[in-house]
């Protein structure tokens, strides 16, 4: 069974660090093309980043590249989102994905940026 389980969100300071997991089991994400979701209230999801099956590959928005960072531990099976560097936009809720036969989405974890 596919399940995908993100966290670390949290409540930080402008200018701060968080460190997102999304812990995948029931696949091997050592060969799949993941993404990191962000959804403001009231705004549409948006992606925020994404790594290649490879994991040779990134990409990013303009918005988040530079302070934004995903990796991808093969042994742990799990994926990770470094953000520095946060603004009072980056408040979202935060999800990872993975395509398989279908999309799978994780539960989402809080990220609020305030002073």
């Known amino acids: 069974q596919v399940q995908i389980v993100e966290s670390g969100g949290g409540l930080v300071q402008p200018g701060g660090s968080l460190r997102l997991s999304c812990a995948a089991s029931?696949?091997?994400?050592?060969?799949?093309?993941m993404m990191w979701y962000r959804q403001a209230p009231g705004k549409e999801r948006d992606l925020v980043a994404s790594?290649?099956?490879?994991?040779?590959?990134?990409g990013y928005p303009d918005s988040v590249k530079g302070r934004f960072t995903i990796s991808r531990d093969n042994v742990k099976n799990t994926m990770y989102l470094q953000m520095n560097g946060l603004k009072p936009e980056d408040t979202a809720v935060y999800y990872c994905?993975?395509?398989?036969?279908?999309?799978?989405w994780g539960q989402g974890t809080q990220v609020t940026v305030s002073s």
């Open positions: 994905k993975v395509v398989l036969e279908r999309d799978y």
């Open positions: 790594i290649s099956s490879t994991g040779g590959s990134t």
């Open positions: 029931g696949f091997t994400l050592s060969n799949k093309a």
